[in-house]
């Protein structure tokens, strides 16, 4: 099965249980993705990770993350959009869902649902599915509608999950503002004191929060991004090591190889080669 719709503006919605075999959307660069196992298990391989995504489980992907089926051993649902169809940046108010559903570090959110949410997702889809099939001028905005109600509910379970509760509500909304100012600005900015000035929060209060919500310090979140994004470049682009110091910031080709070093106790060129041999 696979649904699609196509707006005049180069938005893309996608619902398909093939997205292996679906060539054209893989290559469709700009993606962001759902991957909802529905039976049995999947195993993939998430920025040279490899991961077994079982029964009910969900993660999310952004475009940045290179993704790559290995294995299916079940059935799978697999939600795609673009920025075109649906930014979650811009309508960050309506789905709480940037910097945290999505961000552009190697971590992903995954959850498990149980069998009331299953049921709450499986409404969502099936009524997408359904809206697929119409067409009349309403059949973008019903299917943007479903979208949304669709993010809004996994962040809902995420949430949930991170135990989010009320009382930590405004020091999880601070996490989601960094996480996103990092995806911003880490090329140019490595120091906490940046974010936390544009944050309008001293550093230490930072630390505190995330410390409070169970997540790495402010500044191992800015070195994992750009340990994320080397690595990227290392493994799927031809570009050199000087060449990818200077894409992400660094002063020369040395203090690169140095934080590289530091990140993966490896240097840029043992992890491309010992990776190359290893696929």
């Not at 998430?46 to 995504?53: A, G, M, P, S, V």
């Not at 489980?57 to 697999?78: A, N, P």
């Not at 669709?150 to 960094?178: G, H, N």
């Not at 750009?226 to 992400?248: H, P, Q």
């Amino acid at each position: 099965m696979l649904q699609q719709y196509h707006t005049k503006l180069k938005g893309t919605l996608a619902l398909t249980d093939s997205y292996l075999t679906e060539n054209t959307l893989q290559k469709e660069k700009g993606l962001y993705k759902f991957i909802w196992v529905r039976k049995g298990s999947i195993t993939v391989v998430i920025d040279h990770q490899k991961i077994l995504i079982s029964e009910n489980d969900v993660i999310s992907l952004t475009h940045l993350q290179h993704l790559e089926f290995k294995s299916i051993d079940g059935e799978y649902l697999t939600l795609l959009f673009n920025s075109n169809f649906y930014c979650i940046y811009g309508n960050d108010h309506e789905v709480s869902c940037s910097g945290f559903l999505f961000n552009g570090s190697s971590h992903l959110i995954r959850f498990t649902l149980n069998d009331k949410e299953r049921q709450q997702l499986n409404d969502i889809t099936n009524a997408m599915e359904s809206e697929f099939t119409v067409s009349d001028d309403l059949q973008e905005e019903m299917l943007r509608i479903l979208l949304k109600r669709f993010i809004i509910q996994c962040t809902r379970i995420a949430r949930q999950r991170l135990d989010i509760t009320r009382e930590k509500e405004s020091s999880f909304e601070v996490v989601r503002q960094y996480y996103n100012l990092v995806d911003e600005h880490y090329r140019t900015k490595k120091q906490v004191q940046d974010y936390a000035d544009m944050l309008h929060k001293s550093p230490k209060t930072l630390s505190n929060i995330f410390s409070t919500c169970k997540l790495p310090s402010p500044l191992r979140v800015i070195h994992e991004r750009v340990e994320a994004e080397a690595k990227r470049l290392l493994l799927y682009s031809s570009k050199s090591a000087k060449e990818i110091a200077d894409i992400l910031g660094f002063e020369d080709q040395a203090s690169f190889s140095r934080f590289f070093k530091n990140m993966t106790g490896q240097s840029a060129v043992q992890f491309r080669n010992e990776t190359e041999r290893n696929n």
